[in-house]
């Protein structure tokens, strides 16, 4: 049966276009549901800014983004499986709910981790650099 685009669709997407118009609605809607990844798409946005300040290097450039994408996708996944674990859960307390929850926190810490350290590396010694002249 064909549907209408804004049907309660549950079957598969039809076309590339389709699938693309979802992944879409995807991004748009952790966005503007979740704080936390306006705070990362923040941070992310001020730390290509910088890079283009300090006229950081190709291969810079590939970890700096390599770092932001790994985390705007650390947030997706987690805000995926909070939605999932509330879905299954109907926010009812399970022990296992919250491991899953905790787990999935502890992915996006871990992916912050890294890019606080890849900023780290690249940053600083060009900003000591400025502020020291050495
Ligand atoms: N159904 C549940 N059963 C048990 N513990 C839960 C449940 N839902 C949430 N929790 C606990 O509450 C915490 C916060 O859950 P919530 O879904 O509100 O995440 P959040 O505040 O949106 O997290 P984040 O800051 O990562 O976006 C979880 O990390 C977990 O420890």
């Not at 598969?12 to 118009?21: E, P």
């Not at 283009?52 to 705007?72: G, P, T």
């Not at 502890?106 to 900003?127: E, W």
Request: net charge positive.
């Amino acid at each position: 049966m064909i549907m209408a685009w804004n049907d309660k669709q549950t079957e598969k997407n039809r076309c590339f276009f389709q699938s693309l118009i979802h992944a879409l609605r995807g991004l748009k809607t952790v966005v503007e549901e979740e704080r936390n990844m306006r705070y990362h798409l923040f941070l992310g946005t001020s730390a290509i800014v910088l890079g283009f300040i300090c006229h950081i290097s190709k291969y810079e450039w590939l970890w700096l983004v390599c770092a932001i994408v790994l985390v705007l996708m650390a947030e997706m996944a987690n805000t995926a499986f909070e939605v999932l674990v509330d879905l299954v859960t109907n926010k009812t307390y399970h022990p296992l709910a919250k491991k899953i929850k905790d787990m999935s926190a502890g992915m996006v810490l871990l992916s912050a981790f890294f890019a606080l350290f890849v900023g780290m590396v690249i940053f600083l010694p060009k900003i000591i650099h400025v502020w020291f002249g050495n």
